[in-house]
């Protein structure tokens, strides 16, 4: 039943989305054609050309925020309106469990993410065709990921699997968090939306204390580096040959986790005991 979500809610999604990212592209190329233009403004006596980049830019800026917020917003009141509208009477009724609904909805949203982010990544490829070199931008990335594994004295490989898995719980813990958050302002009588961005806004508050005060009293103490010396040069130079900072790391996926693991268990159990329609 879980794929027949999945098709169901892809099919609802990927019209208005495609379109918002097949526009995202066509700037690029618009951009693209008119940097030549530009660069040849002096074919003209007025810098028409030239104003019309100025704005394309600040057009080109405001698509670009505009591809992550609209597609937030559909999708978040896609959720709402599935969830805790009229339309809930009959996705309540469906012979599926509360976890299949949140389950799926959230793999369609991590995937609009990352296709998002290839078309931001591909219309950006087009407007800076001549300089832009993603050979080189993944080749500094890569060596950055290996560095960190050596002061990590850690595999590159687990670096990246590490860095991967922490990046996907950072997102399932935005989206749930909007989820879980929806569904506490349900349980309101009144000002139901009001109830779910104050619960959203409280949550990370509460989120980020929590991160600061671990950062103060347990992780830094788990920090164990290592300084040799050795003369070079006629100098005593100092470096460090190692850094014990997987407890850091670990505890900030663990904690992520634990995050996602309480947001969808409370999204599922008022979808599943305490859902109000009225």
Not at 95 to 101: C, I, R
Request: charged share 10%.
């Amino acid at each position: 039943m879980l794929k027949k979500l999945l098709k169901h809610e892809w099919k609802a999604t990927w019209r208005n989305l495609t379109l918002l990212n097949g526009g995202i592209i066509l700037l690029g190329i618009l951009g693209r054609i008119m940097i030549p233009l530009v660069q040849n403004s002096r074919l003209t006596n007025i810098s028409i050309f030239a104003i019309a980049s100025v704005l394309c830019i600040l057009f080109y800026i405001f698509a670009i925020f505009a591809v992550a917020i609209v597609t937030n917003v559909l999708l978040i009141g896609r959720f709402y309106r599935n969830m805790f509208t009229d339309e809930g009477y009959l996705m309540h009724t469906l012979p599926v469990t509360p976890g299949s609904h949140i389950i799926s909805k959230l793999l369609v949203y991590m995937a609009w993410f990352v296709i998002d982010g290839f078309s931001l990544a591909a219309s950006i490829s087009i407007l800076l065709s001549q300089s832009m070199q993603w050979g080189s931008f993944f080749g500094t990335l890569w060596d950055g990921i290996q560095a960190m594994g050596e002061v990590l004295g850690t595999p590159s490989v687990l670096v990246l699997f590490y860095l991967l898995l922490t990046l996907l719980a950072v997102m399932c813990s935005f989206v749930l968090c909007i989820y879980f958050s929806a569904s506490v302002g349900n349980l309101f009588n009144s000002h139901k939306k009001l109830g779910a961005v104050l619960c959203y806004v409280g949550i990370n508050m509460a989120v980020q204390f929590l991160q600061a005060m671990s950062l103060i009293f347990f992780n830094w103490d788990s920090l164990v580096v290592s300084v040799e010396t050795r003369q070079a040069a006629g100098e005593t130079v100092s470096y460090v040959s190692h850094v014990n900072g997987w407890p850091v790391l670990l505890s900030v996926l663990l904690f992520y986790l634990l995050l996602d693991a309480l947001y969808f268990l409370g999204t599922q159990r008022i979808l599943a005991k305490q859902l109000n329609l009225e």
